[in-house]
T-cell receptor
Framework: DTGVSQDPRHKITKRGQNVTFRCDPISEHNRLYWYRQTLGQGPEFLTYFQNEAQLEKSRLLSDRFSAERPKGSFSTLEIQRTEQGDSAMYLC??????????FGEGSRLTVL | AQRVTQPEKLLSVFKGAPVELKCNYSYSGSPELFWYVQYSRQRLQLLLRHISRESIKGFTADLNKGETSFHLKKPFAQEEDSAMYYCALSALGTGTASKLTFGTGTRLQVTL
């Protein structure tokens, strides 16, 4: 499968712990996006990268959230001191300049 | 601010009946509109975008700027159309064409 891959697919953690998600985009895609989806809602934009540069961050991203794409390939999304409100599906997507987003299967976070 | 409204959480139709999934948007600039679909146990994928003016899997959508709508239509529903459908909007020509604002989604259920 040469699509966008995300790891882990499901993470259960206790409140206050740190978690990290990884996204491997389609290899020739230079743009990478992170979205969050909570139950009953559509995906909400969090942040995006063009190559290794993080170009925009949503107001949804508190100081506890950080994302990196160090070599312009894979990306990580870290959540520090998790809260129950962080429970959601975290979606990664990648694209070229044509603007069609290709999504991964998502990483589901459950904070107990 | 950008906003996408999908008023129906669930739309149930019989096989062979016409389908119309409603989408209204709010945006002060020139929008680009999309429909994304998520079939059971599959990742979110692009169904169609208004600038391509294509018909995909028998679905069409016309951008009506006067009514700020982008309803998705199909004349004869098939069982395989059962899925979650999301309408999404981006700002045309801003260089961030893939930063999407999604609606809350409509589940289409096609029954025999």
């Amino acid at each position: 499968d040469t699509g966008v891959s995300q790891d882990p697919r499901h993470k259960i953690t206790k409140r206050g712990q740190n978690v990290t998600f990884r996204c491997d985009p389609i290899s020739e895609h230079n743009r990478l996006y992170w979205y969050r989806q909570t139950l009953g809602q559509g995906p909400e934009f969090l942040t995006y990268f063009q190559n290794e540069a993080q170009l925009e961050k949503s107001r949804l991203l508190s100081d506890r959230f950080s994302a990196e794409r160090p070599k312009g390939s894979f990306s990580t999304l870290e959540i520090q001191r998790t809260e129950q409100g962080d429970s959601a599906m975290y979606l990664c997507a990648s694209t070229t300049v044509t603007g069609e987003l290709f999504f991964g299967e998502g990483s589901r976070l459950t904070v107990l | 601010a950008q906003r996408v409204t999908q008023p129906e959480k669930l739309l149930s139709v019989f096989k062979g009946a016409p389908v119309e999934l409603k989408c209204n948007y709010s945006y002060s600039g020139s929008p680009e509109l999309f429909w994304y679909v998520q079939y059971s146990r599959q990742r979110l994928q692009l169904l169609l975008r208004h600038i391509s003016r294509e018909s995909i899997k028998g679905f069409t959508a016309d951008l009506n700027k006067g009514e700020t709508s982008f309803h998705l239509k199909k004349p004869f529903a098939q069982e395989e159309d059962s899925a979650m459908y999301y309408c999404a909007l981006s700002a045309l020509g801003t260089g961030t064409a893939s930063k999407l604002t999604f609606g809350t989604g409509t589940r289409l259920q096609v029954t025999l």
